[in-house]
């Protein structure tokens, strides 16, 4: 079975501290996302990654950074948390092969993260 | 890129068929539209994928006219386990993955 594991489901930091949020998946996928989803403004793309180093952002980079050493690694950082970053963080994989492609992503259970 | 709209959210009965619509005016050609369930505190999950015309699973049908401006998530017999938020994304089946769009969620409330 196709697996997507966050290294937190619940996390409270402090305004200014360095948070990572770690996402692996098992699936061997080329393609990885770090999403953050808020009430009222549904999933918002952070950052992709489609291969090992390779990183593009999306709509909402600021304040954030990301990782990718291994494939089935992607980090996401917080260089300095504010308390605008509180919000639930969503990991996904994909293939890009085939008519899939972006589309059938999976998703990791979510970190909520709180910034105080 | 493919800004996506839906409603906010429906209430339904079990038993009935559910329509949830997205548009997405914007859409490029090499598109496709991809409908995700999510329930509280677990990430989206893969319902229904299509390019155009229909798409049936056995979940769910994927209606997209020609045009492609809308697509419409198509639930059958509802039942209280289908409570949950339903997205539609729109995503190149290669490159510009930074580009891939969901929209806001519905919100649907399945009763007795």
Redesign the interface.
């Known amino acids: 079975d196709v697996k997507?594991t966050q290294s937190s489901r619940y996390l409270v930091k402090r305004t200014g501290e360095k948070v990572f949020l770690e996402c692996v998946q098992d699936m061997d996928h080329e393609?990885m996302?770090w999403?953050r989803q808020d009430p009222?403004?549904?999933?918002?793309?952070i950052y992709?990654s489609?291969d090992v180093k390779m990183k593009?952002?999306?709509d909402i980079p600021e304040g954030y950074s990301v990782s990718r050493e291994k494939k089935e690694r992607f980090s996401l950082i917080l260089e300095s948390a504010s308390t605008n970053q509180t919000s639930m963080y969503?990991c996904?994989s994909s293939l890009?092969s085939g008519?899939?492609?972006?589309?059938?992503?999976?998703?990791?259970?979510?970190t909520r993260l709180t910034v105080l | 890129l493919a800004k996506t709209t839906q409603p906010i959210s429906m209430d339904s009965y079990e038993g009935q068929e559910v329509n949830i619509t997205c548009s997405h005016n914007n859409i490029a050609t090499n598109d496709y539209i991809t409908w995700y369930q999510q329930f509280p505190s677990q990430g989206p999950r893969f319902i229904i994928q299509g390019y155009k015309t229909k798409v049936t699973n056995e979940v769910a049908s994927l209606f997209i006219p020609a045009d492609r401006k809308s697509s419409t998530l198509s639930l059958p017999r509802v039942s209280l386990s289908d409570t949950a938020v339903y997205y539609c994304l729109v995503a190149p089946t290669g490159g510009g993955g930074n580009k891939l769009t969901f929209g806001t969620g519905t919100q649907l409330k399945v009763e007795l």
């Not at chain 1, 008519?99 to 979510?110: A, K, L």
């Open positions: 997507v393609n996302f999403y009222g403004l549904g999933l918002r793309l992709f489609y593009e952002k999306g969503l996904a890009t008519r899939s492609g972006y589309n059938e992503q999976f998703f990791g259970p979510g």
